[in-house]
T-cell receptor, first 112, second 110 residues
């Protein structure tokens, strides 16, 4: 399966600022997925990122708040913009690989 | 709509006892079902998926389309099985998004 390097692993940010999370995959993959895991909750899909096209966002998530880049088949970024304490969560990227799904180690974001 | 239900948020059993973590799903097409596990301070990792019909770490799960269930079972629990378990579903056509259940925290008591 693919190996994903995700960074940063954690950050503490001031409200109103933005944070960009990076995911690097050791193989070329068509689709990358970004999830959010709020405290005590399960994983919720934010968006699906295909290389060469705009990301597809799930209901309740918008591009202005969570812009995504997918410049090539091994890399993607998710930005959490204009942060508020409600954005404090773990953010994870994932790739589909031979009908399995591999996850990054997650970014634990705390907004103060 | 895709939906995965794990009715138990917490499950506690004694070491050596059988374990069953319940998962029910709702999906209009042909689903692919997964169990993921997250041990303390580790990343989410695939435990098993129904198409491979494997037994991983003594765990098995059978897809029951009639009951729309994919329960995870292990005959004899071990302390190292204590973790968070997530049931997840995707469509079977190519790479699609995963929909997760709420998760069950399994604690194995010595």
């Amino acid at each position: 399966s693919a190996v994903i390097s995700q960074k940063p692993s954690r950050d503490i940010c001031q409200r109103g600022t933005s944070l960009t999370i990076q995911c690097q995959v050791d193989s070329q993959v068509t689709m990358m997925f970004w999830y959010r895991q709020q405290p005590g909750q399960s994983l919720t899909l934010i968006a699906t990122a295909n290389q060469g096209s705009e990301a597809t966002y799930e209901s309740g998530f918008v591009i202005d708040k969570f812009p995504i880049s997918r410049p090539n088949l091994t890399f993607s970024t998710l930005t959490v913009s204009n942060m508020s304490p409600e954005d404090s969560s773990i953010y994870l990227c994932s790739v589909a690989f031979n009908y399995g799904y591999t996850f990054g180690s997650g970014t634990r974001l705390t907004v103060v | 709509a895709q939906r995965v239900t794990q009715p138990e948020k917490l499950l506690s059993v004694f070491k050596g006892a059988p374990v069953e973590l319940k998962c029910n799903y709702s999906y209009s097409g042909s689903p692919e079902l997964f169990w993921y596990v997250q041990y303390s301070r580790q990343r989410l990792q695939l435990l098993l998926r129904h198409i491979s019909r494997e037994s991983i770490k003594g765990f098995t799960a059978d897809l029951n389309k009639g009951e729309t269930s994919f329960h995870l079972k292990k005959p004899f629990a071990q302390e190292e099985d204590s973790a968070m378990y997530y049931c997840a579903l995707s469509g079977i056509q190519g790479a699609q998004k995963l929909v997760f259940g709420q998760g069950t925290r399994l604690t194995i008591n010595p």
